[in-house]
């Protein structure tokens, strides 16, 4: 049996997988030390975190809406298009790297790897 899902569809999902994502690190963050490997760069508070992902959160959905309601299909695609290629690097570079590297969990790790990775390529 083969299913056919719509970019429609996967674009929703991946936007509901980024806010699962933003929860999962705004709830962990907190327990966490953040560490900064390079001595010049100071990693920002809990607090500092949580209101940024807030907003990037906020942000994602106006686009999201934006898009979804737009009759142009070549700003859909932009739009989705370029939203996927972020939550892909997101997944890859801060999340499945570091985790790599430190061989630990870091905040957003599970979500990134599991629904943001695949979703974001699909």
Do not use: D
Not at 11 to 39: D, G, M, T, W, Y
Not at 45 to 58: D, E, G, M, R
Not at 70 to 86: D, E, H, I, P
């Amino acid at each position: 049996m083969k299913i056919k899902l719509s970019s429609r569809i996967l674009f929703s999902a991946l936007i509901l997988a980024f806010f699962v994502h933003n929860i999962e690190e705004a709830v962990s963050i907190c327990s966490f030390p953040v560490q900064s490997p390079v001595a010049f760069i100071q990693p920002v508070s809990c607090i500092q975190f949580i209101w940024a992902v807030s907003f990037l959160s906020v942000v994602a959905l106006a686009v999201f809406i934006t898009a979804m309601k737009t009759k142009n299909l070549k700003v859909y695609n932009f739009v989705s298009t370029g939203l996927s290629a972020v939550f892909l690097l997101n997944a890859l570079i801060p999340h499945l790297i570091v985790g790599l590297y430190t061989l630990s969990y870091t905040p957003g790790l599970l979500s990134a790897v599991l629904l943001n990775l695949p979703l974001s390529i699909l």
